[in-house]
Nanobody, 121 residues
Framework: QVQLVESGGGLVQPGGSLRLSCAASGFTFSSYWMYWVRQAPGKGLEWVSSINPAGISTYYPDSVKGRFTISRDNAKDTLYLQMNGLESEDTAKYYC??????????????WGQGTQVTVSA
């Protein structure tokens, strides 16, 4: 039922910027917390950011805080991740995910197909 389609990834130089998008459908987008998660080759999944339904409250791990900005446009059912000051360690496949509950808890079982971000070194 839930469909999430990531886009915007690509090749970028260290210090560069990219803006990822996630088109959502199959659920009431404006009612759910949303997340960005990433996975580097040979590495585990890493949570990147969270945003509440209204787009007011946002959270980041120290690894990306100050460089990444999560946002959403509920009128367009779209989630965004603005990535600035990219580093080689940011190289990963990036996924958006819906919260497993209305009140916000953790990423649910329905993810997107992912979009690859590669930062040259």
């Amino acid at each position: 039922q839930v469909q999430l389609v990531e886009s915007g990834g690509g090749l970028v130089q260290p210090g560069g910027s990219l803006r990822l998008s996630c088109a959502a459908s199959g659920f009431t987008f404006s009612s759910y917390w949303m997340y960005w998660v990433r996975q580097a080759p040979g590495k585990g999944l890493e949570w990147v950011s969270s945003i509440n339904p209204a787009g007011i409250s946002t959270y980041y791990p120290d690894s990306v805080k100050g460089r990444f900005t999560i946002s959403r446009d509920n009128a367009k059912d779209t989630l965004y991740l603005q990535m600035n000051g990219l580093e080689s360690e940011d190289t990963a496949k990036y996924y958006c995910a819906i919260s497993a509950c209305i009140g916000g808890c953790y990423p649910g079982g329905s993810w997107g197909q992912g979009t690859q971000v590669t930062v040259s070194a």
